[in-house]
Structure formats: C-alpha cells, structure tokens
C-alpha cells in the first residue's frame, strides 16, 4: 500500500486509464525566457495532483522566420537558444518542424501535424512510419498503446486574442478547442473564467479549456528582455545562462559592444597543453594552499607554473 491507501498496482491501473497527452507551446520564443519552460511544469502539476490526465511530454514549437513579427530574428539562432535551455529538462523537448516549412504555419496544423505523427507512431501496426523516433517525440512512446491528444500550452493573453476581430479564424478556433483543448497558465487575480462565460464560443468549448493559476508570477517577457538589451541594460538572473552568452556571442538584439560590462558571463577558464612536469607542478600546488602562484611563458610558448617560494628565492638571486 502507498501514502495515497491504494497498492502499487491499482496505482499503475489508474495510470493506465488516464488520458495521454502532449503539451505544446507555440510562438516566437525570441529569445526564449525562463517562464516559457515554467509553464510546463505548473501544467504537469496540474495534472497530476488532479489525477485526470498524464502529460507523457512537453513541445516547444518556435514559428517559421515568415512569421511577421517586428524584431524576430532567425530560427537557427532562436532553435539553439531553446536546445541550450532545455538541457535542464527530461521532458521537454523543441520541435523544428514549423521553423523547416516554407511559410508560417498557423496554430491548427502545427498541433493537428504532431498529434497525427504522434498518435501514427504509437498505432503503427505495419511498422510504415520511421523507425528514427523524431527529438520532440518522449522516448517511452514506443511502449505506449491508445491515443494522444496534444493540447494548447499558453498564457492568458493567447485566450483572451481570441476575441480580437480578424486575427482568428473562427474555425482555427473551433478546431483547436474541440480536437485539442488549451491549457491556460494564469496570473492571479486575473478572471479567464469570467472571458470564458462572456464568449459564446468559449462557452461551448469550456470543458476542453484548463485554467491553471500560477501562484508565482514571472512578468518578464521576451520583449521586455530584447528592449533591455538593445538598452545595454543588463538581464542578468532574468535570462538564462546560457541564453545571455548565447545572445552575446552573436551580437543578437542589439547586444554589441557590451563584452566590457560588469554584468560579462565569467568566460570559462582556459585549458592549455602541458607535459607531465606542469601536471606534477600543478598536483603540487593543490597541496600548498594559500600561497600565489605565478604562470611564466617562455620565447616558444611553454608554460610554467612558479610558487611564490620559488619566485621570492629567484629574486634574491637577482638583486644578488
């Protein structure tokens, strides 16, 4: 028996009768923000302290380069920031597929081409479909039996265009609300329930939309971080990591000449070759704590590593 009163088995049992589904992001990721991967995680919660469904994994869909956005720069560069994020991650995964079409892809097909591709692997009885299991797809999908349904990861802002004359088309909407569903990350305070109730078509898909408050609330977005950065304002502790040296390197956004701030990712130390005797030395030094060490280049390039003892004998010498 667990915690929960119920056997392992029965607990694998209700697992099993839980509906699958995949969570997937769609938008420019430019660049990608801390809170774009947050939301997976405040949605997988969700689900699973409901018991209602099991998210089997999470997709980062980044738009096409036509995608007509004011200061959207290329997907190769957009693609490798969100690879270097998701290194933290054992679950979410980027899908390339918008960025390789021709032209922007609208929302429908993005989620109706990896529900399609998703559920084709799992029933895949002829053994038709490649046996290469695409990067955005979890690798325990090759044991799994039934149907996926990939859902609509998004914030309430997403919801909410809804309503904006001429920027859906209603059967886009009617399409993602009845074969997918949304799954809405909230801010607290605010009321999507209530945008649900005053929209007719949202009121009819309403059992297919998710509401998730999110009690801890991140307000930086990718634009507040681009207009930061083309300011020479540091985003330190609001980008990740690897993102910020990411958009160094390549001067993205504006980010020129700022290698001379104080806010400089820490470059990794140097690693340079050596014989054996500067091994023995530096083995030697980690046994001699406290004391300066002093790294002397001779004419051909070889490195040597002096203690300060070493240095204070050789200038008695000297003066000698």
Sequence with gaps: MNSNGTSDLDTTDMTLQMKKILLLACGSFNPPTPMHLRIFEIARDHFHERGTHQVIGGIISPAND???????????????MIKGVLQTSDWIRLSDWECKQENWTRTRISLQYHQNYANSYINDINGTVNEIVPGWLPDTIKDMTGNVQVKLLCGADLLESFAVPG???????????????????????????????????????????????????????????RRLISRHFSVKYLLDDFVIDYIKRFE??????????????????????????????????????????????????????EHEDEVQVKKQKTSA
Aim: aromatic share 6%; with cysteine.
């Design 167 to 225: 920027l859906w088309a209603q059967e886009d909407i009617e399409a993602i609300l009845g074969q997918h569903g949304l799954v809405v990350i909230s801010r607290s305070g605010s009321n999507p329930e209530k945008f649900i109730f005053d929209s007719d078509l949202l009121t009819k898909y309403k059992n297919n939309i998710t509401i998730v408050t999110n009690w801890v609330p991140n307000e930086v977005s990718s634009t507040l971080a």
């Design 66 to 80: 036509s995608y007509s956005k004011p200061g959207l720069i290329s997907s190769t560069h957009r693609c490798a």
């Design 252 to 305: 993205l956004y504006g980010a020129a000449n700022q290698t001379n701030r104080s806010d400089k990712i820490i470059e990794r130390p140097k690693i340079f070759c050596c014989g054996s005797d500067t091994l023995t030395n530096v083995k030697t030094l980690l046994n001699r704590p406290g004391q300066a060490v002093q790294i002397v280049t001779d004419t051909v390039g070889a490195h040597t590593i």
